[in-house]
């Protein structure tokens, strides 16, 4: 998906209709201070603006990537700061990238276990089953 902002303001409709998200979740972003509340119309409207567009097509693309909100609270000072080096956002990449490999062994670790599991089960019409036996035990 694209995220490039539109050449022109968006009410918060349009730009949950443009970026492929709910309206929700735009909300949710300035809840918590990762986007801006933007400027309003005479009516009330809430109207983003090319950067308000660029920073919520920032957001959503390093949420896609996996990047944690506090992740992304860190990438989002040092671009606002305009004074970051690259190693600064390297060294928050990476940190990512050691977390996404310690989540991949606890998945093949965990797929491993149901493997053997699921191979103890015969899978037929009796009550005893060797799964639910291994999950009971775990209690």
């Keep these: 998906m ?27 972003y300035e809840n ?19 950067g308000d567009q660029a920073r919520l097509g920032f957001i959503l693309r390093a949420r896609e990537l996996g990047f944690s909100v506090d992740e992304l609270r860190s990438l989002l000072s040092l671009s606002d700061s305009r004074v970051y080096t690259c190693g600064e956002v ?5 940190r990512h990238l050691d977390d996404i490999g310690r989540k991949i062994s606890d998945l093949r670790r965990l797929q ?25 035990a775990a209690v």
């Design 32 to 50: 918590i201070a990762l986007l801006a509340a933007p400027e309003r119309t005479s009516g009330g409207h809430r109207v983003y603006s090319q």
């Design 90 to 94: 390297l060294a928050v990449t990476e």
């Design 112 to 136: 491993r276990t149901l493997a053997d599991m699921s191979a103890r089960c015969a899978g037929g019409d009796v009550p005893e089953c060797p799964i639910m036996d291994a999950l009971v």
């Design 2 to 28: 694209s995220f490039a902002a539109a050449d022109h303001p968006l009410k918060r409709g349009a730009l949950a209709r443009r970026f492929g998200c709910n309206i929700e979740t735009i909300r949710y």
